[in-house]
């Protein structure tokens, strides 16, 4: 499939979410509770940040697409930084890109790897990756001699030049992912 056509589809089924990655069609369940709980409370706290530093934060949406030539990759959530208006999502790369990372090595191949690599050529300036199972946060950046990494601890705050004075504890998201772990597992919806 061209990226043309995949940015023609006008319908879908909303339990799923499709990337187009070299041209292929990629299929895969919507994000549960233990991806999108944290996500939303990164999304609070990044809107709060904006609040009350004006100017810093442009915009910041969840599953949101990331354009390449070929590829239609979908961030759990992006930042844009530095435009001084309102972004447009088909056009302007966030400057940062988040993922909170699913059970699995696919998924982890894919989130530390692939969108890492493609992320950073787009020019994202840092990728975010919580990981709930070694319960830590890597930021990435791009760097003369290839890519540095942070890795924030659980018991850390969340740091970034791009958002001066921001700093959110890494527990707090791992604490809203953790907490479905009481529920059912043929409840959770994915």
């Not at 919507?30 to 409370?41: F, L, Q, R, S």
């Not at 982890?108 to 990756?129: F, P, T």
């Not at 709930?132 to 018991?155: E, K, M, Q, W, Y």
């Amino acid at each position: 499939m061209t990226a043309a056509e995949f940015d023609a589809i006008e319908e879908s089924d909303e339990e799923y979410n499709y990337e187009l990655i070299e041209e292929v069609l990629i299929v895969n369940a919507a994000p549960g509770p233990m991806e999108a709980d944290p996500n939303e409370e990164l999304g609070h706290a990044l809107r709060t940040y904006a609040e009350q530093n004006p100017g810093i934060i442009d915009k910041t949406l969840s599953e949101q697409y990331i354009r390449t030539k070929r590829s239609r990759r979908r961030a759990d959530r992006v930042v844009w930084i530095g435009l001084g208006r309102v972004p447009s999502v088909k056009r302007d790369i966030p400057a940062i890109a988040v993922e909170f990372l699913s059970a699995g090595h696919r998924s982890w191949q894919r989130d530390y790897v692939h969108k890492l690599e493609e992320y950073l050529a787009e020019g994202v300036k840092e990728y975010w990756i919580f990981d709930r199972f070694r319960r830590n946060l890597a930021i990435f950046r791009s760097a003369d001699n290839g890519v540095s990494t942070t890795v924030v601890a659980a018991g850390d705050k969340i740091t970034s030049p791009l958002l001066p004075g921001f700093g959110l504890p890494v527990n707090l998201l791992l604490k809203c992912a953790e907490d479905w772990l009481s529920v059912e597992p043929d409840e959770e919806p994915s």
